[in-house]
T-cell receptor, first 113, second 111 residues
């Protein structure tokens, strides 16, 4: 597609449930980031994928969070046993090469009630 | 560890003014620096990308400069308009993997 696509755009879930957030990067982009942005806060790095290299998971806040990237394309961020503090906008970005900058999706707004 | 700071945190100006947003970073070993705009409840829109070898980039009324040795970048907006109201984010792409963001400058342009 022409841009980075994220789904769903909005997700309301009950505390304790698992959720999956999806990111479709721009075709051919080898680098993919996940960030989250809590209300009124800056962007918090979660995880970074670059080609076939092992992902940089150093930003994942707890072991309830995991992410995978299948076939070097689509990525899924999974949050298990959601908590209210997980409520945030989850943003995905991709890049063909670090020299070309990053393109962001519109995000998934997650609300845990 | 790269740290990025943006000043001011918020700025309110009357329409038509020229303005400067500031970004500073602690580690000068960068690949590039990217300025983004974020409207409320929306994702990030890329405005300008400056490579480490470049001094400035221009797009319309926007001009971004980079002084890598001093760890600073500025975003200059000429003849500001109410439609420029948004949060402006500076992101530094450093050696290694992480794209590091500043906290942003919230700009309000009053008609």
């Amino acid at each position: 597609g022409a841009g980075v696509s994220q789904s769903p755009s909005n997700k309301v879930t009950e505390k304790g449930k698992d959720v999956e957030l999806r990111c479709d990067p721009i075709s051919g982009h080898t680098a993919l980031y996940w960030y989250r942005q809590s209300l009124g806060q800056g962007l918090e790095f979660l995880i970074y994928f670059q080609g076939n290299s092992a992902p940089d998971k150093s930003g994942l806040p707890s072991d309830r969070f995991s992410a995978e990237r299948t076939g070097g394309s689509v990525s899924t961020l999974t949050i298990q046993r959601t908590q209210q503090e997980d409520s945030a906008v989850y943003l995905c970005a991709s890049s063909a090469d670090r020299n070309y900058g990053y393109t962001f999706g519109s995000g998934t707004r997650l609300t845990v009630v | 560890k790269q740290e990025v700071t943006q000043i001011p945190a918020a700025l309110s100006v009357p329409e038509g003014e020229n303005l400067v947003l500031n970004c500073s970073f602690t580690d000068s070993a960068i690949y590039n620096l990217q300025w983004f705009r974020q409207d409320p409840g929306k994702g990030l829109t890329s405005l300008l990308l400056i490579q480490s070898s470049q001094r400035e980039q221009t797009s319309g009324r926007l001009n971004a400069s980079l002084d890598k040795s001093s760890g600073r970048s500025t975003l200059y907006i000429a003849a500001s308009q109410p439609g420029d109201s948004a949060t402006y984010l500076c992101a530094v792409n450093s050696s290694g993997s992480r794209l590091t963001f500043g906290e942003g400058t919230q700009l309000t342009v009053n008609p």
